[in-house]
T-cell receptor, first 114, second 116 residues
Framework: AQSVSQHNHHVILSEAASLELGCNYS??????LFWYVQYPGQHLQLLLK??????LVKGIKGFEAEFIKSKFSFNLRKPSVQWSDTAEYFC????????????FGTGTQLKVEL | DAGITQSPRHKVTETGTPVTLRCHQT?????MYWYRQDPGHGLRLIHY???????DKGEVSDGYSVSRSKTEDFLLTLESATSSQTSVYFC???????????????FGPGTRLTVL
């Protein structure tokens, strides 16, 4: 079965710092990749997704992610974080098959300090 | 936001009692899912549905059952609640809406369940 690893469990940054959150998956075939964000007390919202084509994907709120197939990675980046980016970030993978199922990583809690 | 509601939003119950959580969608998506979210575990799939009366187990299905008698409703039942089922439960949907296929999942607001 596929798995998703997010190695950074807690990240603390100052405003305007650059962000990179790691995501690695274990599956050798075709994958669809997602980053979701969960603001405090809210449900998950889609930040960005990769299905095919350009491996550099741009999402909402200035976030982007790069799919590197050789490294089984899909890292999330933002050049300059804001206090409002404080949230939990989840990487997820869909390996196809029936049901459109997603496997999630354990999440990275980001705190941005003023 | 996708039209997904969950009820109740909060529930406190006692060990051994049955509990049913409801997920309702207005998007006519084919797929519906139930997840639980626990610190350090992310989201784990409990059950999912790929159509009316068509359901299958996820990775943490023990102690849970589901039913889907209508496209718009997906019920999650804890047959005899235990303290280990204290969690936040999220419903999600995906599929085709308005002629567009959505591979991503859209999430409901969640239900916080406490089992004493």
């Amino acid at each position: 079965a596929q798995s998703v690893s997010q190695h950074n469990h807690h990240v603390i940054l100052s405003e305007a710092a650059s962000l990179e959150l790691g995501c690695n998956y274990s599956y050798g075939g075709t994958v669809n990749l997602f980053w979701y964000v969960q603001y405090p007390g809210q449900h998950l919202q889609l930040l960005l997704k990769y299905f095919s084509g350009d491996p550099l994907v741009k999402g909402i709120k200035g976030f982007e992610a790069e799919f590197i197939k050789s490294k089984f990675s899909f890292n999330l980046r933002k050049p300059s974080v804001q206090w409002s980016d404080t949230a939990e970030y989840f990487c997820a993978v869909n390996v196809g098959g029936g049901g459109n199922k997603l496997t999630f990583g354990t999440g990275t809690q980001l705190k941005v300090e003023l | 936001d996708a039209g997904i509601t969950q009820s109740p939003r909060h529930k406190v119950t006692e060990t051994g009692t049955p509990v049913t959580l409801r997920c309702h969608q207005t998007e006519n998506h084919r797929y519906m899912y139930w997840y639980r979210q626990d610190p350090g575990h992310g989201l784990r799939l409990i059950h999912y549905s790929y159509g009316v009366k068509d359901t299958d187990k996820g990775e943490v299905s023990d102690g849970y059952s589901v039913s889907r008698s209508k496209t718009e409703d997906f019920l999650l039942t804890l047959e005899s609640a235990t303290s280990s089922q204290t969690s936040v439960y999220f419903c999600a949907i995906s599929g085709t809406s308005g002629g567009i296929f959505y591979n991503e999942q859209f999430f409901g607001p969640g239900t916080r369940l406490t089992v004493l």
